[in-house]
């Protein structure tokens, strides 16, 4: 079964920051890959996806994340967060027959103005 | 918005009690997933649907059942309710059932269980 880690539980940063939220899942067969961020109060939106191709993955926002199979994780970043950056950001891995979504845990970003 | 719509946003209700959470797919999609947010558990997979068929189950609840009509709608009904069932309960709805496929996500309902 797919496991996933996500290793910063809680995030502060001040606006103009660089970000970087760790990833790792643990299933070693063909994967596909999300981030999806939850604003306060709302439902689930994807912020960018891997499926093939290109590592490097470029998704809404400003954020991106790479994809490094040798080490199965695929971290999320953006070069300068701002306040409406605030949320909650999960990742999560596919698999199985149905392809559900297995989430981490979940990162808490607070961003001060 | 993502085009799933669920009914209803909230629910009150006493332990004990049974309850029916319903989801409308994006257009044209086919498959229906039900997901649990909770404190304690975080996000976890529940069971899906695929063209009114059982696709996929995870740790969903023998209290819990869920099906899938023919106009592609989903309901998840949740019996004997137990505090411990509070929580926001997600759909979401993709294209196909499997392979890379997106999933968009509802508004949720969230579960109250006093």
């Known amino acids: 079964a797919q496991s996933v880690s996500q290793h910063n539980h809680h995030v502060i940063l001040s606006e103009a920051a660089s970000l970087e939220l760790g990833c790792n899942y643990s299933?070693?067969?063909?994967?596909?890959l999300f981030w999806y961020v939850q604003y306060p109060g709302q439902h689930l939106q994807l912020l960018l996806k891997y499926f093939s191709g290109d590592p490097l993955v470029k998704g809404i926002k400003g954020f991106e994340a790479e994809f490094i199979k040798s080490k199965f994780s695929f971290n999320l970043r953006k070069p300068s967060v701002q306040w409406s950056d605030t949320a909650e950001y999960f990742c999560a891995p596919t698999g199985g027959a149905g392809n559900m979504l297995t989430f981490g845990g979940g990162t808490r970003l607070m961003v001060k103005p | 918005d993502s085009g799933v719509t669920q009914t209803p946003k909230h629910l009150i209700t006493a332990t004990g009690q049974r309850v029916t959470l319903r989801c409308s797919p994006r257009?044209?999609?086919?498959?229906v997933y039900w997901y649990q947010q909770s404190l304690d558990q975080g996000l976890q997979f529940l069971i899906q649907y695929y063209n009114g068929e059982e696709r996929a189950k995870g740790n969903i609840l023998e209290r819990f059942s869920a099906q899938q009509f023919p106009d592609l709608h989903s309901e998840l009904n949740l019996s004997s309710l137990e505090l411990g069932d509070s929580a926001l309960y997600f759909c979401a709805s993709s294209v196909v059932g499997g392979g890379p496929n997106e999933q968009f996500f509802g508004p949720g309902t969230r579960l109250t269980v006093l």
């Open positions: 299933y070693g067969g063909t994967v596909n």
């Open positions: 257009s044209g999609d086919l498959s």
